[in-house]
């Protein structure tokens, strides 16, 4: 009986664990996002179609959903602006005034990378500058 009841509590403790961890490591679904994880500054190496400098844009998120985009070295800022819509999609705007901006599926949001997916399909990774 002493046997039963040790290993119950063993495959208690280990079950516990693994969820801690399993939790741990995910960044949820759409409904449990830590949205101030975006605030900060962000590179990517990504080449987006239209864009041949995109990937040497440095973007800062701001807490007031303003996006500052810069080129290393260079004394011009552009503002951009993002929001999260109900299903918290990323719609990242090129001016504040805008009713509609690009959508972004978030895939990925960690403290030290972002993932964002558009309608296409296309896949932007953006790690976190030091």
Known sequence: ?????????ILAAGSAAYFFIYKKN???N???????????????DAVIAGDSNFN?????FNKDGFILRSIPDSA????????????NELIWKDKISD??????????????SLQV????????LFTRLK
């Open 30 to 44: 759409a409904d449990n996002i830590n949205k101030e994880w975006i605030v900060g500054k962000w590179k990517t």
């Open 76 to 87: 011009e800022i552009d503002t951009t602006s993002y929001e999260w819509s109900k299903t």
């Open 117 to 124: 997916q558009t309608k296409d399909s296309t896949s932007i």
């Open 56 to 60: 040497k844009y440095h973007f800062e």
């Open 1 to 9: 009986m002493n046997k039963l009841i040790i290993g119950l509590l």
């Open 99 to 112: 009713s509609t901006g690009k959508i972004f599926r978030l895939t990925k949001l960690t403290r030290d």
């Open 26 to 28: 995910t960044t949820g």
